[in-house]
């Protein structure tokens, strides 16, 4: 039997499993049959990514060989994201992007790095990386719920009121006046930051404190002095997870005033802190009296006193609380397998404790896609 005499359910089973592009586009063009299957498949496609596919109704592209882009926008009429990357502007012409992105009026967000910015060809855009943003296409900017990878605090100050809906930030901090003073931003829930500038006092932290309903935020700092405004206090900020590129230095004192101002702390990992001892664990359960999981990996002065110390306290007290150093890092994913340690791009869920919490900053999510998308 000829493989174009099976059924068409045998064809179509055939073509779920697969997800490169280059594939379902010469198969889209064998004959009018297969283009209609073909296109059947790929009504399923939500995410267009470049390399490998992270599940069923994900379709990527990899290497750089052209392929015919003319019929991108007849196949994934459902998309939600697309990947648009310098390597994705090798395979397929500029006006077969432009016209797959004006298509697609399902699509929300919008990632990769191209040669131009592609927003402006796009309405209804919630999630967007600064590589495919700029001035010229803030007009969809009141839509926008998640920015990834905004270059700095300085540029960000400049078009924040863009943003007026911002629930997810991730923003590098590389320059010495990075010191916010945009206006408050309310509905601000997750922020990502990363200060990099390796000279003088760190300013970055200061913009957590114009974000007063903020619930989770991811941190990765230099050993820099930390600049603290101890008369401000994130009552909302229950996850937080600070990391430190290089700490050669002991930062007690401002990591001790920094985390008072976060009084209802459940998930805490300080990572990577040379200077941290076991003394500054037994102070910190006293200052922060919600806190049930404790993550403290890398921080090799800290050793199992702390914990028996830990496990005493919260006998006495009638608390619970999880504590991970580096005698038993290894428990945390079994003690709370709801957590991911997966790398991915995007991650199903507005879940920064699922999707955040136990990864490296330069390995979180591109975007996190709610549910019912």
């Known amino acids: 039997m000829l493989i174009n005499e099976l059924p068409d359910d045998c064809l179509l089973t055939i073509f ?102 592609l927003s402006e060809y796009c309405d209804n855009l919630e999630m967007v990386s600064f590589d495919l943003f700029n001035s010229s296409s803030q007009h969809n900017g009141s839509s926008i719920k998640q920015l990834y990878r905004w270059t ?41 930051l990363f200060s990099s500038y390796p000279h003088g006092i760190c300013y970055a932290l200061k913009f957590m404190d114009s974000c007063p309903n903020l619930q989770s935020a991811h941190i990765l700092l230099n050993d820099n002095p930390l600049f603290v405004d101890e008369t401000i206090r994130l009552e909302c900020l229950q996850d937080l997870v600070i990391d430190y590129d290089c700490n050669d230095q002991n930062n007690w004192n401002d990591l001790k005033r920094l985390l008072m101002k976060y009084p209802n702390l459940k998930h805490l990992a300080l990572r990577n802190l040379r200077g941290i001892k076991d003394e ?26 702390a ?36 790398r991915e791009k995007i991650s199903r869920g507005f879940d920064f404790m699922k999707h955040c919490f136990l990864k490296d900053f330069h390995y979180l999510p591109h975007f996190l896609v709610p549910i019912d998308y």
């Open 16 to 117: 779920d499993y697969l997800n490169n592009l280059d594939d379902l586009v010469n198969c889209f063009k064998v004959c009018i049959k297969w283009s209609h299957l073909t296109a059947q498949r790929t009504k399923k496609v939500k995410y267009l990514l470049g390399g490998y596919p992270e599940n069923g109704d994900c379709v990527s592209y990899r290497g750089t060989e052209p392929i015919d882009g003319t019929c991108l926008s007849t196949l994934f009429p459902n998309l939600k994201i697309a990947e648009i990357s310098y390597k994705f502007g090798g395979k397929v012409k500029r006006e077969d992007i432009v016209a797959l992105l004006k298509n697609q009026k399902s699509l929300k967000g919008l990632t990769g790095r191209y040669h131009e910015a």
């Open 152 to 192: 700095s605090i300085d540029r960000f100050q400049k078009d924040v009121h863009y943003f007026p809906n911002l629930e997810r930030l991730n923003v590098h901090c590389d320059y010495e006046y990075d010191l916010y003073t945009g206006p408050v931003l309310e509905k601000l829930k997750i922020l990502e």
């Open 280 to 305: 500054h664990i037994k102070q910190l359960v006293h200052i922060l009296p919600n806190l049930v999981l404790f993550d403290v990996f890398g921080c090799y002065n800290v050793t199992h006193r």
């Open 307 to 342: 914990a028996d110390y830990i496990k005493n306290h919260c006998k006495r007290n009638g608390r619970a609380i999880k504590f991970y150093f580096n005698g038993n890092d290894s428990e945390i994913e079994l003690d709370w397998p709801q957590l991911s340690p997966e």
